[in-house]
């Protein structure tokens, strides 16, 4: 049985892209299933903290693969043969690679923070997803407690054509803080409440390309 793809993109940096791939990632592995992320953000910053994670040796494991943006369907096609699920890294632009990633995936994730400068920044990747024919989810990230502003970019969002997940990150230390030590909230704090946000965002993102029990 096939694995499969998603890839988790966004145009501006700094949105949270890496965190969320990684976390997506850990959140499969700890549910069971065999996951493979793809970096092909020239930046490395997945391949990064795959190195720090391998040092550590942690209990879930998660492999980590650098590749070529034009390389990235073969390598994400090949990926699924072996993996329950395959999660590519998209560089913070709207390039080749990036719409090369979202041709490869079957669902694409957009992590937004809850500003306008990052809602702005949604539109190219929504319009590469559309062009290409993939459905697309947008994830609040580092949402505050309470936000006015939050609701209000909600409604733009979805003006756009691209749903928002009903889960979101809230601006945890846990999460950042993990990432420095190559491992993942869900790791370093699994009962805190960064690990429960992420695994109710993952849960409900593998619902959607229907990832359920491991078939490995």
Not at 12 to 38: D, R
Not at 39 to 54: E, H, V
């Amino acid at each position: 049985m096939r694995g499969k793809i998603i890839a988790v993109a966004q145009q501006k940096g700094g949105a949270g892209k890496t965190t969320l791939a990684v976390h997506l990632a850990v959140a499969a592995a700890e549910a069971g299933h065999s996951v493979l992320c793809l970096d092909i953000d020239p930046q490395g910053t997945l391949s990064a903290w795959g190195a720090l994670r391998a040092a550590r040796q942690p209990a879930l494991t998660v492999e980590v693969e650098a590749v070529a943006g034009h390389r990235v369907r073969d390598a994400a096609e090949r990926g699924q043969r072996g993996h329950d699920l395959v999660v590519i890294d998209a560089p913070p632009h709207d390039d080749t690679e990036t719409r090369q990633a979202i041709r490869a995936a079957e669902m694409i994730i957009l992590p937004m923070q809850p500003s306008p400068l990052d809602l702005w920044a949604t539109k190219p990747v929504v319009d590469a997803a559309l062009a290409a024919d993939r459905p697309l989810r947008i994830a609040l990230n580092r949402v505050p407690p309470r936000s006015r502003l939050t609701d209000a970019l909600l409604e733009q969002a979805e003006s756009l054509g691209a749903p928002v997940l009903a889960n979101r990150l809230g601006g945890r230390v846990a999460i950042p803080t993990a990432m420095a030590e190559g491992l993942t909230a869900i790791e370093t704090e699994p009962r805190g409440r960064a690990a429960e946000e992420v695994r109710a965002l993952a849960a409900e993102i593998f619902a959607l390309i229907d990832l359920g029990k491991s078939s490995r």
